[in-house]
């Protein structure tokens, strides 16, 4: 079941979160972390200001939550026709089970629904293949690449730029 995180998800989403950073660190620019390091009243304040413009879906089942995907918008007029997706992490055992594909489906769908929205753009590190053919088989295309975006572990890693157009 995928469903919109809100506060009384707050100890699921901050255990994946952090879990995203620790099993992935290369695919996110923050630092990983341990869920004892999340600031609990700050992240419980964004979860309750979720709505249809800015959420977080979670992919359940059962009590447990398997995958997320962020979705932002932004409120300045100048940069309302396009939003984000960030963090998108599916845990490595579920992974090839379509859990990602739903979560994406589930986004792009919502987001087609946004009224003045006209595209959405992600960013994804060069060597996430799965990520990007995935992110391919919705349409996104890309449109830049940054060299030495970020470094772990001494190890340059390069940053694809994508985007996807609501249709008319």
Same mark, same amino acid.
């Given at each position: 079941m995928?469903?919109a995180?809100? #506060? =009384?998800?707050?100890?699921?989403?901050?255990?994946?979160?952090?879990d995203?950073?620790?099993?992935? #660190?290369?695919?996110?620019?923050? =630092? #990983?972390?341990? #869920? !004892?390091?999340?600031?609990?009243?700050?992240?419980? +304040?964004?979860?309750?200001? +979720?709505?249809?413009?800015?959420?977080?879906?979670?992919?359940?089942?059962? !009590?447990k939550? %398997?995958g997320?995907?962020? /979705?932002?918008?932004?409120?300045?007029d100048?940069?309302?026709?396009?939003a $984000?997706?960030?963090? @998108? /992490? @599916?845990y490595? *055992?579920?992974?090839g089970?379509?859990?990602?594909?739903?979560?994406? *489906?589930?986004?792009?769908?919502?987001?087609k629904?946004? *009224?003045?929205? @006209? +595209? @959405? &753009?992600?960013? &994804?590190t060069?060597?996430? !293949?799965a990520?990007?053919?995935?992110? !391919?088989? $919705?349409?996104? %295309?890309?449109?830049?690449? *940054?060299?030495?975006?970020?470094?772990?572990?001494? %190890?340059?890693?390069?940053?694809?730029?994508?985007?996807?157009?609501?249709? =008319?």
């Amino acid at each position: 079941m995928i469903r919109a995180l809100g #506060p =009384e998800d707050l100890e699921a989403f901050i255990q994946i979160r952090s879990d995203s950073l620790c099993i992935s #660190p290369e695919s996110f620019g923050s =630092e #990983p972390r341990t #869920p !004892e390091a999340f600031d609990r009243i700050a992240t419980r +304040k964004d979860l309750e200001a +979720k709505n249809e413009r800015n959420f977080i879906l979670g992919y359940f089942q059962g !009590e447990k939550l %398997k995958g997320i995907i962020g /979705f932002i918008q932004p409120e300045r007029d100048k940069v309302r026709h396009r939003a $984000f997706i960030w963090g @998108v /992490f @599916v845990y490595p *055992e579920y992974r090839g089970q379509g859990i990602g594909r739903a979560l994406m *489906e589930s986004t792009l769908e919502r987001a087609k629904g946004i *009224e003045g929205l @006209v +595209k @959405v &753009v992600l960013s &994804v590190t060069y060597s996430a !293949e799965a990520a990007k053919r995935l992110y !391919e088989s $919705f349409g996104f %295309k890309t449109y830049g690449l *940054e060299r030495d975006a970020m470094r772990w572990n001494g %190890k340059a890693l390069d940053e694809l730029f994508m985007e996807w157009y609501k249709p =008319e």
